[in-house]
Each structure stands twice: as C-alpha cells, then as structure tokens.
C-alpha cells in the first residue's frame, strides 16, 4: 500500500492517467489502479519505467522505493501459518503490523489482541468447530504472535471498546473468562499505549449498533486510514473519505458513550465478582 500510495503520488503529480501510465510496462488502466491501491505485487521493472515515466531520476529516491518494493514483495512471518489463514486476512495481518494506531470495537468476544490463550483457544473453536486439534492450535498461535505488536520497542496505540455483554459471555467456562478478565486487568494497569473501555448494558443503544469494526491509521502520510470489518468467510475493507468518516464518527461517539477508561478496572472486577 506505501508502495502503491507513492506511485499514485508520483502519477498525479505528472498530470497523467492510469491508462497512460500503464503504456509503458504493457499493464492496463485496472492493472495501474490495483497497484496503487496495494492489492498486487510489484515487479521491479515495472516499478524502475514507472519512475522513469514520472521523471524521478534521483538515484537515492529510486533506490528508496526499489527497498520499499522488495520489502513489499517478502513474505511476514504470518505468511508459515497460510495453511490455516485465508488470503483476505492476511492482508489484514499485514495493515496491522505497520498501523500506529487501531481503533477497535468489539461487541462478541474481547478484542483478538487482547485475548489470553485459552479464552483465544475457545474463540477459535467456535468458529471452527469441525477443525482439528492442530489446526486449531496453529490458528492461536498466529493469533497470540498477533500479539506481540504491543509490546514492540514502537507498538501502536490500541484503543478499543468493548461491548459489557463481550465480557459476561464465559466463553470457554467462568474459569476461562475470570483468567481472561484478569489479563484484560494487568494490560491496561502495565502497558500505557493500551486503552480499554467498556460499554455498559444500562447504555441501551449506541453509535455502533451495526457490529464489530476496527479503524486503522498508519504513519506514513500516502497511506489512508482504512476500516476493516471482519465478517465469516471475507472481509470488507474500506477506505473512501466518506466512508471512513462515518466510522470515525460511530468510534469517536462510542469512546463518549462508554464508560470511561478510569473505570474500566473497577468494571472488570464487579465482572469477576460476578462470575464466582
């Protein structure tokens, strides 16, 4: 998406089309587009005429992009578990790696980057009942190696919501959740880029009835946020302005219709109390 997002750039700022720009390395205009937008691979040929088209003659900024193509091109570590993980989470596998910061909410289960092993374990259970114990076991570790973002020497800012409901369903039985709980505890109590909060059961309806989303932002000026909705067999990702306003606009109300993040502990632990 870098990739692509500076080739956009580079295109717009020499006045030319998708089409015109395609000429050259014999692509079409679709071809130009899904470039751009990050949804193939590059080759660097390609990449070395389109440069040469938009006049970049400056060997240290072709270099550049040459290391971000070839960066592009290299396989994540999530790419040895693609036996248990469709081609549309993948993707997503890598927008979170390099987001700065992801916005979530949660209104099944506790958020996938906040999940103990076991409670993951469950999680994944339900949604793969027919699977076997090693496929299982494959897909928590690909979700608790998610994980590790968080405490990264640069982690990104989580800040997630939860439906209160999320939190009193015992998936995996009370022993499971309580361990759970107690987790989402000590995440918010020792990592200061994590923020938790809870929207109670006395809230009623809320900004985002529709279901679970997550909004996110990366570093790099070229790249867009972007809106990902997970749903059983695919995925939506969205990123026009328009329709990532309207994301921004549900998340920004829930943060003010949720309680606040001071009371998100003392909340976990009625939850707890609750549950013995």
């Not at 395609?22 to 751009?36: D, F, H, L, T, V």
């Not at 496929?135 to 919501?161: F, M, Y």
């Amino acid at each position: 998406m870098m990739v692509g997002a500076q080739l956009r750039r580079l295109r717009e700022e020499r006045g030319l089309t998708r089409a015109e720009a395609g000429e050259p390395i014999r692509a079409s205009e679709s071809k130009i587009s899904r470039m751009e937008l990050g949804r193939v691979g590059f080759k660097e040929r390609d990449v070395l005429d389109l440069l040469s088209l938009y006049d970049v003659r400056d060997e240290g900024e072709r270099a550049a992009l040459l290391a971000r193509v070839r960066e592009a091109n290299a396989s994540g570590w999530w790419y040895a578990y693609r036996d248990v993980t469709p081609n549309w989470f993948q993707r997503y596998l890598g927008l979170e790696a390099t987001a700065t910061l992801i916005r979530s909410y949660e209104v099944q289960f506790v958020p996938g980057l906040l999940q103990t092993e076991e409670y993951a374990r469950a999680v994944v259970r339900l949604g793969h009942g027919g699977a076997q114990e090693h496929e299982v076991t494959r897909r928590v570790r690909l979700r608790l190696g998610r994980q590790q973002i968080l405490s990264r020497p640069d982690p990104p800012k989580l800040w997630a919501v939860v439906d209160e409901a999320a939190l009193r369903r015992p998936v995996g039985g009370p022993r499971v959740m309580r361990d759970q709980l107690e987790a989402l505890i000590a995440t918010v109590t020792k990592m200061p880029n994590v923020t938790l909060q809870v929207v109670p059961l006395a809230a009623g309806g809320h900004a985002a009835a529709g279901g679970a989303f997550s909004i996110l932002r990366f570093a790099q000026p070229d790249l867009p946020d972007l809106v990902y909705i997970e749903q059983l067999t695919s995925a939506l990702y969205l990123d026009r302005r328009e329709d990532v306003d309207c994301y921004f606009d549900a998340v920004n109300r829930l943060f003010v219709e949720a309680a606040p993040a001071k009371d998100t502990v003392p909340i976990l632990d009625q939850i707890i109390r609750d549950l013995r």
